[in-house]
């Protein structure tokens, strides 16, 4: 049975939209108004990402954003507190490292996480083995397990992450950490098929994506995009929301356009 956030992205999807997931630091600047600038400037769902003082996944930009969130004071629980009684309108995507979850331990944290008015995880340090006590946790709280695919995962593997992610399926367009890209190259579209031929699941591709030609490109082949550094990087040099809502209107619309 598809979760309420994997019903309103097949039902745009299936509707013949191309999917836009953004990424920002939670406890950055403004950083609620800068959500609900990009759900109103056409955003899909947001992706938070609660910061951690060893983010591996994650290049220099949205390293230097969560350090300067954290010298602020944000942590989960800051998190969940500025999000209760804001209302983006869209799902909304909590990105971390399982160290802060295990120190909350897993059903305190899913049960926040849900108060807070959050539909989906990403773990990236978190492999499908390895997340039994999460999801025993996060299931049955209806918070969906987002999980990621890359463009070396062999086929097999890629099947299991299929199966077992729920919302959507995350395809890492390039190796290495997160990071504009002034190309993305043809290994984006090689994986959004693979991946698109074992799921039927929504599959969004991030990493790189930072300009609207971009995003074009990526979404060709796959149901959607998520663009990340990118938007930190704007809000990192000052943006404000409605400089922010122009950049996620000029990514809508050249998706809209095709």
């Given at each position: 049975?598809?979760?309420?956030?994997?019903?309103?992205?097949?039902?745009?999807?299936?509707?013949?939209?191309?999917?836009?997931?953004?990424?920002?630091?939670?406890?950055?600047?403004?950083?609620?108004?800068?959500?609900?600038?990009?759900?109103?400037?056409?955003?899909?769902?947001?992706?938070?990402?609660?910061?951690?003082?060893?983010?591996?996944?994650?290049g220099p930009v949205i390293q230097a954003a969560s350090e300067q969130a954290l010298r602020g004071g944000t942590n989960p629980g800051s998190i969940f507190a500025d999000l209760r009684g804001v209302d983006?309108?869209?799902?909304?995507?909590?990105?971390?490292?399982?160290?802060?979850?295990?120190?909350?331990?897993?059903?305190?944290?899913?049960?926040?996480?849900?108060?807070?008015?959050?539909s989906g995880m990403i773990l990236p340090d978190v492999p499908p083995e390895e997340q039994g006590p999460?999801?025993?946790?996060?299931?049955?709280?209806g918070i969906d397990t987002v999980l990621l695919a890359g463009p070396i995962t062999p086929d097999d593997?890629?099947?299991?992450?299929?199966?077992q992610s729920r919302g959507y399926v995350?395809?890492?367009?390039?190796?290495?950490?997160?990071?504009?890209r002034s190309s993305v190259g043809e290994a984006s579209a090689?994986?959004?098929?693979?991946?698109?031929?074992v799921t039927d699941k929504p599959v969004l591709m991030g990493f790189g994506v930072s300009t609207p030609e971009q995003a074009v490109e990526v979404a060709a082949a796959a149901d959607g995009v998520i663009?990340?550094?990118?938007?930190?990087?704007?809000?990192?040099?000052?943006?404000?929301?409605?400089?922010?809502h122009a950049y996620i209107a000029?990514?809508?619309?050249?998706?809209?356009?095709g």
């Open positions: 049975m598809a979760s309420t956030m994997e019903t309103h992205l097949r039902t745009a999807r299936d509707a013949g939209r191309k999917l836009l997931v953004p990424y920002l630091t939670g406890g950055l600047g403004p950083w609620t108004e800068h959500l609900r600038a990009m759900a109103d400037a056409g955003a899909d769902a947001v992706e938070v990402g609660i910061p951690f003082s060893d983010p591996a996944m994650d983006a309108g869209v799902p909304l995507v909590a990105m971390t490292y399982y160290n802060l979850v295990f120190h909350m331990g897993d059903a305190r944290f899913a049960g926040e996480m849900v108060d807070a008015g959050f999460w999801r025993a946790a996060a299931d049955p709280a593997r890629l099947r299991v992450v299929c199966e995350y395809g890492v367009n390039l190796m290495g950490i997160t990071g504009e090689v994986l959004a098929r693979r991946l698109k031929a663009v990340g550094t990118a938007v930190v990087r704007r809000i990192l040099e000052g943006e404000s929301p409605e400089q922010l000029s990514l809508r619309a050249a998706l809209d356009a």
